[in-house]
RNA sequence: GCGCCCGUAGCUCAGUCGGAUAGAGCACUGGUUUCCUAAACCAGGGGUCGCAGGUUCGAAUCCUGCCGGGCGUACCA
């Protein structure tokens, strides 16, 4: 590389006021739906969902600035088996409602307490069935011959729900736990539930099954379940309220208009087995019916099954993201689709795919990408979980993080008024558990560590964002010294590089489009990382060995023109495309 | 059993469509503040790239086998 070249790029970057940095976008733009996040509806965000977002999130951004049109679709788990569990967690409530005692939130406790006590659990277990029994009873009525349950309880509660969605909030989540605690409890205890089938005829189900029952019985699609449906939609706005607040808090692009979930596609899902039976595609087999794509085999070496309607009726996630590829091949007019989930779900995603092409429905170029990543770990080598062996609550280690960093803060900076350490708090505690995500490989497990992530040396968001202070610094004093920045940059004709430590930094100033290139190609955003942290570190050598303000007049503006694309990339790469903030003081 | 991922310094990891003495960070040792933020910088030690073959002028990288770990493998997502 000469000298010249060198000088000529970093002046075109520094003259470019499309604020690109030189960077030019791509002559082909494609649609591109990012299907990423999705998390539960009643379920709270959990680490679990924490990867995809920020991952997915990163991957719009970095398609965007290339010149694509990027459709976020937040794909919710809004339907499926879910549903029957919050409707379930609804009845629960009224009978709670009805006793004037909130035992789901006792019981709850009991459950896992109990979990490796295999008799008292047994117990415990049978005493909530009884009480259900006899709730349900209670709660049915025969009139003319027609059998009807909810009329009395149920039905009335649920009216009252729909009118005060305020007094529900809090209480979806525990319940919901509850029954999901309660199905994994009774599994093998050969407990049964007396229920009614879609004919509304008494009938006695295993009592683990229950909720999958409701949810068959709602997907088949019964008229009179219209008040289920209004108390789930309730459920929904108020999960979607709690993620939302968790994505501007995570800067994660993700809004309202994003989320396209399971249930908008419910009413495809009929039809889409429907075309696959034509196409000869699906078959029945052990009472589900499912799709054979060729090359998967099972445990015996027999063809493995894509399944896309269980045996009870009910449709799942297999049949809901076809349903959702159609719909973003005919209606988004997909050239692409990325779904960033876990690594766990390869094997459902290569059989979606493969199904999709058997089926015809994939135009050759149309490319699907599926973006995995690894579990976040513990310290302990074990996922990341509380020391009860729950999900860690995203909100709690949001909370968790910018705490942590409030106190570096503190003892680093106590000068600083209360309004700027929170800031910075904010700013280095969310960026730091970004980061740490972002500059680990997205393909491998990660190790979770606060004390890491937080730490001012090494490749984390705290060192990047502290370089940035520093530019940011110098421009401070420089303003208060009476040099005019924009005018000697403005001026700028010839650099005079010298210094090691300058031509070190100039030269991979104008690699930066580059690394985004090799990020972008690649959905790695630890390409990313790995470019700014190299940048920062440059600088800060730079930094140490020459000195801008004091410079002479021949070298002054060069070491401001360093300074300033340095700040400009860096603000570039962390805001725009990993949107973690920067601050100017820290 | 089969499939996918992983195995690189004491620790955490980059580098994997072949290219020169294999790179960071942490930890460890020593040094640097009359000068723009020391949350920093500089210097140093430390690796048979899991093992064994093969392809190649050349392999951490590609192929085969083995060992070790993780995940998945019919009605959860």
Same mark, same amino acid.
């Given at each position: 590389?000469?000298?010249?070249?060198?000088?000529?790029?970093?002046?075109?970057?520094?003259?470019?006021?499309?604020?690109?940095?030189?960077?030019?976008?791509?002559?082909?733009?494609?649609?591109?739906?990012?299907?990423?996040?999705?998390?539960?509806?009643?379920?709270?965000?959990?680490?679990?969902?924490?990867?995809?977002?920020?991952?997915?999130?990163?991957?719009?951004?970095?398609?965007?600035?290339?010149?694509?049109?990027?459709?976020?679709?937040?794909?919710?788990?809004?339907?499926?088996?879910?549903?029957?569990?919050?409707?379930?967690?609804?009845?629960?409530?009224?009978?709670?409602?009805?006793?004037?005692?909130?035992?789901?939130?006792?019981?709850?406790?009991?459950?896992?307490?109990?979990?490796?006590?295999?008799?008292?659990?047994?117990?415990?277990?049978?005493?909530?069935?009884?009480?259900?029994?006899?709730?349900?009873?209670?709660?049915?009525?025969?009139?003319?011959?027609?059998?009807?349950?909810?009329?009395?309880?149920?039905?009335?509660?649920?009216?009252?729900?729909?009118?005060?969605?305020?007094?529900?909030?809090?209480?979806?989540?525990?319940?919901?736990?509850?029954?999901?605690?309660?199905?994994?409890?009774?599994?093998?205890?050969?407990?049964?539930?007396?229920?009614?089938?879609?004919?509304?005829?008494?009938?006695?189900?295993?009592?683990?099954?229950?909720?999958?029952?409701?949810?068959?019985?709602?997907?088949?699609?019964?008229?009179?379940?219209?008040?289920?449906?209004?108390?789930?939609?309730?459920?929904?706005?108020?999960?979607?309220?709690?993620?939302?607040?968790?994505?501007?808090?995570?800067?994660?692009?993700?809004?309202?208009?994003?989320?396209?979930?399971?249930?908008?596609?419910? !009413?495809? *899902?009929?039809?889409? #087995? $429907?075309?696959? +039976?034509?196409?000869?595609?699906? &078959?029945?087999? @052990?009472?589900?019916?499912?799709?054979?794509?060729?090359?998967?085999?099972?445990?015996?070496?027999?063809?493995?099954?894509?399944?896309?309607?269980?045996?009870?009726?009910?449709?799942?996630?297999?049949?809901?993201?076809?349903?959702?590829?159609?719909?973003?091949?005919?209606?988004?007019?997909?050239?692409?689709?990325?779904?960033?989930?876990?690594?766990?779900?390869?094997?459902?995603?290569?059989?979606?795919?493969?199904?999709?092409?058997?089926?015809?429905?994939?135009?050759?170029?149309?490319?699907?990408?599926?973006?995995?990543?690894?579990?976040?770990?513990?310290?302990?080598?074990?996922?990341?979980?509380?020391?009860?062996?729950?999900?860690?609550?995203?909100? !709690?280690? *949001?909370?968790?993080? #910018? $705490?942590?960093? +409030?106190?570096?803060?503190?003892? &680093?900076?106590? @000068?600083?008024?209360?309004?700027?350490?929170?800031?910075?708090?904010?700013?280095?505690?969310?960026?730091?558990?970004?980061?740490?995500?972002?500059?680990?490989?997205?393909?491998?497990?990660?190790?979770?560590?606060?004390?890491?992530?937080?730490?001012?040396?090494?490749?984390?968001?705290?060192?990047?964002?502290?370089?940035?202070?520093?530019?940011?610094?110098?421009?401070?004093?420089?303003?208060?010294?009476?040099?005019?920045?924009?005018?000697?940059?403005?001026?700028?004709?010839?650099?005079?590089?010298?210094?090691?430590?300058?031509?070190?930094?100039?030269?991979?100033?104008?690699?930066?489009?580059?690394?985004?290139?090799?990020?972008?190609?690649?959905?790695?955003?630890?390409?990313?990382?790995?470019?700014?942290?190299?940048?920062?570190?440059?600088?800060?050598?730079?930094?140490?060995?020459?000195?801008?303000?004091?410079?002479?007049?021949?070298?002054?503006?060069?070491?401001?023109?360093?300074?300033?694309?340095?700040?400009?990339?860096?603000?570039?790469?962390?805001?725009?495309?990993?949107?973690?903030?920067?601050?100017?003081?820290?």
């Amino acid at each position: 590389m000469t000298d010249a070249f060198l000088q000529q790029r970093l002046l075109d970057i520094n003259s470019d006021l499309a604020e690109r940095l030189g960077i030019e976008k791509t002559d082909n733009p494609e649609n591109i739906v990012v299907d990423f996040s999705g998390p539960n509806i009643a379920k709270q965000m959990h680490v679990g969902h924490l990867r995809s977002t920020i991952i997915g999130d990163c991957i719009c951004r970095m398609f965007e600035f290339a010149g694509h049109n990027v459709i976020r679709q937040n794909h919710i788990g809004d339907w499926g088996t879910q549903f029957g569990r919050v409707i379930l967690g609804f009845w629960h409530l009224c009978m709670a409602d009805k006793h004037g005692n909130p035992y789901y939130l006792s019981e709850l406790e009991k459950l896992k307490e109990y979990a490796k006590d295999k008799e008292r659990l047994e117990e415990l277990c049978c005493k909530i069935r009884d009480r259900h029994e006899q709730d349900y009873l209670a709660d049915v009525y025969e009139e003319h011959g027609e059998y009807g349950d909810g009329k009395r309880h149920f039905g009335p509660f649920l009216a009252k729900v729909a009118s005060e969605e305020h007094d529900i909030r809090e209480k979806i989540q525990p319940v919901y736990q509850f029954v999901s605690t309660l199905e994994d409890s009774v599994a093998g205890m050969g407990l049964s539930i007396p229920t009614r089938n879609s004919q509304k005829e008494p009938i006695s189900i295993p009592y683990e099954s229950l909720s999958r029952h409701i949810t068959a019985m709602l997907q088949r699609g019964g008229h009179e379940d219209v008040q289920e449906r209004e108390a789930w939609k309730i459920a929904k706005h108020d999960t979607l309220e709690q993620c939302q607040k968790i994505y501007d808090l995570l800067k994660v692009t993700l809004t309202e208009k994003d989320v396209r979930g399971e249930s908008e596609y419910k !009413d495809d *899902l009929p039809g889409i #087995v $429907e075309d696959l +039976k034509k196409l000869g595609l699906a &078959k029945e087999s @052990e009472g589900a019916t499912c799709v054979f794509p060729e090359g998967f085999l099972g445990k015996e070496g027999d063809p493995l099954p894509f399944i896309i309607r269980k045996s009870d009726g009910a449709f799942l996630y297999a049949t809901t993201d076809l349903a959702a590829m159609k719909y973003r091949i005919g209606e988004l007019k997909a050239d692409r689709i990325i779904y960033v989930t876990d690594a766990r779900q390869q094997l459902h995603f290569k059989m979606l795919f493969a199904t999709a092409k058997m089926a015809g429905w994939l135009d050759d170029d149309i490319e699907l990408c599926h973006v995995t990543f690894g579990t976040m770990m513990g310290t302990d080598g074990r996922p990341f979980k509380t020391r009860s062996g729950e999900n860690v609550k995203l909100a !709690d280690l *949001l909370t968790e993080a #910018v $705490e942590q960093a +409030k106190r570096v803060v503190e003892e &680093k900076n106590a @000068e600083l008024s209360d309004e700027q350490k929170q800031e910075i708090a904010k700013a280095v505690g969310i960026g730091a558990v970004k980061y740490a995500d972002f500059s680990n490989n997205r393909t491998t497990d990660y190790v979770f560590s606060f004390d890491k992530m937080l730490a001012m040396e090494g490749n984390t968001a705290p060192y990047m964002q502290y370089a940035y202070a520093r530019v940011k610094s110098i421009e401070r004093k420089a303003v208060s010294k009476g040099i005019d920045i924009a005018a000697e940059l403005a001026g700028i004709k010839k650099l005079s590089i010298t210094e090691g430590a300058e031509s070190d930094l100039a030269k991979h100033l104008i690699r930066y489009g580059e690394a985004i290139r090799l990020a972008r190609a690649d959905c790695k955003p630890n390409c990313l990382t790995a470019y700014l942290f190299d940048l920062a570190q440059k600088f800060s050598s730079f930094y140490n060995a020459c000195p801008v303000l004091i410079a002479g007049e021949d070298k002054r503006p060069t070491r401001l023109l360093l300074c300033d694309l340095t700040a400009r990339t860096m603000k570039h790469g962390l805001n725009e495309l990993l949107g973690i903030e920067t601050v100017e003081q820290m």
